[in-house]
């Protein structure tokens, strides 16, 4: 975004809805942190009709705003549905064409992605939504190429996410699309949630994290890992790091993260480039050094799958969003980046 700019945000409120996912665009496109230094979103909340909306718990929501304010949005969020088996109202449909017509984003939360399917937005597309509904989605909408694994799917001018807190995620994509990865960071910090999940992390890990002292073990041996991420590390040395043995350790790694040690290592080595490559001219090999990968070949290769772009192409579209927020990071001899943050 450009300094003088006032992108404008609109949600919608629907009866019978949680306040949390209109809570989650508020606290994230609402507020304006008291550490912000440039003009932010300016959001409205909007209803179908002029009438108070009801909310969960026997609240009620009042907003001036209608579905003309929505269609005029430059980002428009949907949240969940109230009810998947329901069509949207045509006038909603009309709303979510118009915006899409005129260039807005449409971003769907959850059991949403059905309004946007029913708009045919997601004809032809990738999509997501909660992996509850992900079948009756694809089976309603067949055009609709419906992933139920993802936290969430970015198709450009079109943005689904799963199950309610993967709205987050989202959305502090979506600031980080916008300002670069530093401000994105900053909001998180403030929030205190993790700063960055990456889309394609699997939103539902069957085994659930064990109530076991060796949970403990694999949440200090992750945070070693992530204060040496340019050296090289091994499956051993973790297990080591945790006083297990290397077959308990996998055991306990993936039943604590839904992956293994190996996969969840690149996947950080990935994310700790980012802020690297949106702020700096460091070389890509030097950049691949540093968060600990052997070649830059090795690092083009998992920063592609992970991503689905290179190095350079993501450097050319996030650099100049990012020099505008700061101080460029610096890599520490450990190999952490200084400056880039990690929610905490």
Known sequence: MADDSRRTVSVLAYDGMTAFEMGIVTEVFGLLWPDSERPWYRLTICAEQARPVRVTGGATLHTRYGLDTLASADTVVIPSVKDVAVPPSRELVTALRRAHERGARVVSICSGAFALAAAGLLDDRPATTHWRY????????????????????????VLTSAGCAAGLDLCLH???????????????RNMVVPPHRDGGQAQYIASPVAACPGDDRIARSMAWALEHLNTPITVPELARRAALSERSYLRH???ATGTTPSRWLISQRVQASLALLESTDTPIEEIAAAVGFDTAATYRHHFTRALHTAPTAYRRTFRNRARLTGAAPEVTPAGRVSGAGRGR
């Open 134 to 157: 992900a079948a009756e989605l694809q089976r309603r909408h067949p055009r609709v190429r419906v992933d139920p694994n993802p936290l969430y799917v970015d198709d450009g001018d």
């Open 174 to 188: 979506l600031v980080r699309k916008d300002f670069g990865a530093e401000v994105a960071n900053r909001v998180a």
């Open 253 to 255: 790694f993936t039943r």
